[in-house]
T-cell receptor, first 110, second 114 residues
Framework: LAKTTQPISMDSYEGQEVNITCSHN???????ITWYQQFPSQGPRFIIQ???TKVTNEVASLFIPADRKSSTLSLPRVSLSDTAVYYC???????????FGAGTRLFVKA | NAGVTQTPKFQVLKTGQSMTLQCAQD?????MYWYRQDPGMGLRLIYY???????DKGEVPNGYNVSRLNKREFSLRLESAAPSQTSVYFC?????????????FGPGTRLTVT
C-alpha cells in the first residue's frame, strides 16, 4: 500500500487559492489518487480523483506530475466553509484497504 | 434516498459491556466498510465487506466482529468494550471495492466507554 504524506495544517484567507500537496513516493502503476473532505462531526466526502496530469470538477482541481510521486489539490477562492480536514488517498480497484492517514487541517480566516 | 444511515448516533458503555452498531445503505452498493476515528486523527479501517457474504479485517480489527447481514446492512459488534474503543465510528459503502470507487459515509456513531 502506498503511504501518503501531507502537511498537518494550513491557514488561508477567504478568496485565496489553496494548494495542498500530498507525497506518495511508492505509488504503484494501478493506483489512483483520491481526495476527501471532512467537516467536524461528519463523515468524509469525496472531492476529486485522478490518475495523471490534471483533473478539474466544480469544486477543485487535482494536479499530478508525470512521475506521480506527488499530487496537489487546488481549491480556488476558498471561503470560510472550506475549513475542514482534507485527506489524500492512494489505491486501486480491488485494493480494499484504503488508508486515510491524518489529513491536512485547512483553516480559512476572514 | 437516505444514503448511509447509522444507529445509534451516541452511546455510552461501561467497560465489559457489549453492543452492536448498525449500518444500512440504500444505494445498492456491493462494498461496505467500518472505520474508527480517534480525536484529531485520521480514519482507520476496522473491517470491510467487499461483497455480500464476505468480510475481511482492516488495520485495527482486534476487539470487533462484523456481520454482513445482507447487501444493505453491515453491523459492527463490540463483545467486551474497553476504554480504548472510545471513538467515533463511521460506516461507508461503495459501488465496488478498491481505491477507485467513491466511498459514501454515514453520519457516525460517537461511542464512549467508561
Amino acid at each position: 500500500l502506498a503511504k501518503t504524506t501531507q502537511p498537518i495544517s494550513m491557514d488561508s484567507y477567504e478568496g485565496q487559492e489553496v494548494n495542498i500537496t500530498c507525497s506518495h513516493n511508492n505509488i504503484a502503476t494501478n493506483d489512483y489518487i483520491t481526495w476527501y473532505q471532512q467537516f467536524p462531526s461528519q463523515g468524509p466526502r469525496f472531492i476529486i480523483q485522478g490518475y495523471k496530469t490534471k483533473v478539474t470538477n466544480e469544486v477543485a482541481s487535482l494536479f499530478i506530475p508525470a512521475d506521480r510521486k506527488s499530487s496537489t489539490l487546488s481549491l480556488p477562492r476558498v471561503s470560510l466553509s472550506d475549513t475542514a480536514v482534507y485527506y489524500c488517498l492512494v489505491g486501486y480497484t480491488g485494493g480494499f484497504k484504503t488508508i486515510f492517514g491524518a489529513g491536512t487541517r485547512l483553516f480559512v480566516k476572514a | 434516498n437516505a444514503g448511509v444511515t447509522q444507529t445509534p448516533k451516541f452511546q455510552v458503555l461501561k467497560t465489559g459491556q457489549s453492543m452492536t452498531l448498525q449500518c444500512a445503505q440504500d444505494m445498492n452498493h456491493n462494498s461496505m466498510y467500518w472505520y474508527r476515528q480517534d480525536p484529531g486523527m485520521g480514519l482507520r479501517l476496522i473491517y470491510y465487506s467487499a461483497s455480500e457474504g464476505t468480510t475481511d479485517k482492516g488495520e485495527v480489527p482486534n476487539g470487533y466482529n462484523v456481520s454482513r447481514l445482507n447487501k444493505r446492512e453491515f453491523s459492527l459488534r463490540l463483545e467486551s468494550a474497553a476504554p480504548s474503543q472510545t471513538s467515533v465510528y463511521f460506516c461507508a459503502s461503495s459501488e465496488a471495492s478498491g481505491g477507485t470507487y467513491e466511498q459514501y459515509f454515514g453520519p457516525g456513531t460517537r461511542l464512549t466507554v467508561t
